[in-house]
């Protein structure tokens, strides 16, 4: 007799890695297709110092230096560096799932590592950042370091990456902050010096970060930036429209305003967009939370206890990140990207005894209510987790119903075999 719990996992296992599949689709779609410099994804990776010190100008720079003395594709050369950020960050969480005995079915959902593979958004600085920010928490964990190294190699990586795009500090920053700061109130019981200690370990990438805002650019700078790429290219400069470039000339408060709008008082279908951020983060926090605790081999691998842990260190990154989802940007799938990836960074690297202590008390408890609360009202179960999995999306940008279907699971499994059989059928009408 056929044990229905078996037949169930071989099922979910099956469209497990038929989603798999599809997002590599997706990936060798996009790695071959040209965008050009006017793109969103290319022109992000052009901000350069050609038209003064700015904001994200650093990887650009670094990109204009050799393009001036060799002769390169430098789209080819992004779309490499985004590739093997890419796989490096997904190799490194599949290698620590693995090793604490995790599912990996929660890596390749919308708001976990594939969200911005999910669309061309992978060729954009997301992964490279999150694979500084891996480097950056194995770096910290190191023991036998002595803490002027940690001092200077964290410190060289983060303002590297804050200099190449400024998000980084706020989901790496404050928590470092306060990682620092229990390792030194480990040492001694005066909070005022841990406090200063912890902010000077932390100062030189503090200041980066404060430099890049004051250094925001302007259309001048921008303009200066995309004629630079013309002018190496040998092609004549053009009015700057609409890409990555143009957006570091946009106005402060128009920007602030523009993001709230879209954030939400968006309507599509009739729908406001308050109501979309009121479902998702439930739906993507019960998944997040319980996709582990439902799909364990052994009972011991990831207890109730790990899992509010794991919920504080979101809770903390998800406050972090607020200006992200509210008045800075409107790439939802990125920024959930950012919040999964980093809260799971820091869960995965950083020792147990240290993360189940090392932030204010208050977000440990916070975590446990708000879980009792969810388990009270939806007991988690393989069941309804699966079927959660399967349908539940994340909008690319801005609040969109048919980004949200486009990214779920069931979606992409679909769209793998209509791909096909669109073929067949374009072939067949073309013989009436």
């Given amino acids: 007799m056929i044990n229905k719990s078996d037949f169930h996992t071989k099922i979910f296992n099956t469209l497990f890695i038929l989603f798999c599949l599809s997002l590599l689709s997706v990936f060798f779609v996009n790695l071959f297709s040209h965008y050009g410099y006017g793109s969103w994804q290319v022109s992000e990776f052009l901000i350069n110092y050609q038209g003064g010190f700015v904001r994200r100008g650093l990887m650009g720079e670094i990109l204009f230096f050799f393009a001036k003395y060799f002769d390169y594709n430098v789209e080819w050369a992004i779309k490499i560096i985004c590739s093997v950020s890419l796989f490096s960050v997904c190799a490194f969480f599949v290698r620590a799932f693995l090793k604490k005995g995790y599912t990996l079915y929660l890596l390749p959902l919308c ?133 990555s470039i143009e957006a570091i000339g946009w106005d402060s408060l128009w920007t602030v305003k523009f993001h709230l709008k879209l954030n939400f008082l968006v309507e599509d279908n009739y729908i406001l967009s308050i109501w979309y951020w009121i479902i998702t983060f439930p739906l993507v926090y019960y998944i997040t939370m319980n996709a582990l605790l439902v799909f364990n081999t052994h009972s011991n691998i990831y207890t109730p206890k790990d899992r509010n842990i794991l919920a504080a260190i979101w809770i903390f990154q998800f406050i972090c990140l607020i200006p992200m989802f509210t008045i800075l940007s409107i790439d939802y799938v990125r920024i959930f990207f950012y919040l999964s990836t980093t809260t799971f960074g820091i869960f995965l690297i950083v020792p147990k005894e240290k993360i189940q202590t090392f932030l204010p008390s208050l977000f440990y408890k916070a975590a446990d209510k708000i879980n009792t609360c969810f388990d009270k009202l939806f007991t988690p179960s393989k069941s309804s987790m699966a079927i959660l999995m399967l349908i539940v999306g994340v909008s690319f940008s801005t609040f969109s119903i048919r980004t949200i279907v486009m990214s779920t699971m069931v979606y992409r499994i679909l769209l793998l075999f209509s791909q096909p059989t669109i073929m067949i059928k374009d072939i067949i009408m073309s013989l009436f």
Avoid at 129 to 157: C, D, E, G, R
Avoid at 176 to 187: G, S
Wanted: charged share 10%; with cysteine.
């Fill in 111 to 243: 708001f976990f590592c594939s969200g911005p593979l999910m669309y061309d958004a992978w060729i954009k600085k997301d992964y490279l950042m999150l694979l500084f920010f891996i480097a950056v928490t194995l770096i910290y964990t190191q023991k036998k370091a002595p803490l002027f190294l940690k001092f200077l190699f964290i410190n060289l990586l983060s303002v590297f990456i804050i200099l190449t795009h400024e998000v980084f500090a706020l989901f790496t920053l404050p928590i470092l902050f306060f990682l620092f700061l229990h390792d030194f109130r480990n040492e001694q019981k005066c909070i005022f010096t841990s406090i200063v200690q912890s902010l000077l370990v932390l100062l030189p990438s503090a200041l980066a970060f404060i430099i890049v805002i004051l250094n925001s650019g302007d259309m001048n700078v921008a303009q200066a930036i995309w004629n630079s790429w013309h002018i190496i290219s040998g092609l004549e400069p053009t009015e700057l429209t609409g890409n």
